[in-house]
T-cell receptor, first 116, second 112 residues
């Protein structure tokens, strides 16, 4: 079956521009997560959605970062006025239920963002 | 705040030998500990997990052990093969939150 998909796979943008990253979770998964992975680093939690609401957005690094989810499905992560330090791979994951302790998170392939 | 430390950052072992990766966590309320494998250009994939009410879990060549008292857990890969080469991440989740905190990763290389 279809896994988590993300688009674009690569994005190069100029400093100061806005970017939108898209995540299509596995159908029926109610929980959706965004992570950031800098080169050679671990995964940094950004935000968690349960349905269309975001009960935990504690990882968003600044007010330039925002995310939304509509119809309990697709999510977009928006970065405004991009900075060079925003360059990273942005990973999305979905899970059948974010409230279940052992619910597996299924990751997408990520979007590699490069800010020049 | 919650924190997960992972060691070593890189590990090279001879094919057929065992590999061990260790992690410690800070929040004693953590109750779920997954391990992920990430191959080049792909997202992480769950390979094994363990809950806090279990001390050890095994799945073929991989096993995970958990010491709740010491707040550390380890991944053991036996009879390593070239396809085991990847970056491995440990993680921890505590019951009052839905997010998972990841370690910094271990790059495992298997020498032929």
């Amino acid at each position: 079956g279809a896994g988590v998909s993300q688009s674009p796979s690569n994005k190069v943008t100029e400093k100061g521009k806005d970017v939108e990253l898209r995540c299509d979770p596995i159908s029926g998964h109610t929980a959706l997560y965004w992570y950031r992975q800098s080169l050679g680093q671990g995964l940094e939690f950004l935000i968690y959605f349960q349905g269309n609401s975001a009960p935990d957005k504690s990882g968003l690094p600044s007010d330039r970062f925002s995310a939304e989810r509509t119809g309990g499905s697709v999510s977009t992560l928006t970065i405004q006025r991009t900075q060079q330090e925003d360059s990273a791979v942005y990973l999305c994951a979905s899970s059948p239920n974010g409230r279940t302790v052992g619910a597996e998170q299924y990751f997408g392939p990520g979007t590699r963002l490069t800010v020049t | 705040g919650e924190n997960v430390e992972q060691h070593p950052s890189t590990l090279s072992v001879q094919e057929g030998d065992s590999a061990v990766i260790k992690c410690t966590y800070s929040d004693s309320a953590s109750n779920y500990f997954p391990w992920y494998k990430q191959e080049l250009g792909k997202g992480p994939q769950l390979i094994i997990d363990i809950r806090s009410n279990v001390g050890e879990k095994k799945d073929q060549r991989i096993a995970v052990t958990l010491n709740k008292t010491a707040k550390h857990f380890s991944l053991h890969i036996t009879e390593t093969q070239p396809e085991d080469s990847a970056v491995y991440f440990c993680a921890a989740r505590y019951s009052s939150a839905s997010k998972i905190i990841f370690g910094s990763g271990t790059r495992l290389s298997i020498r032929p």
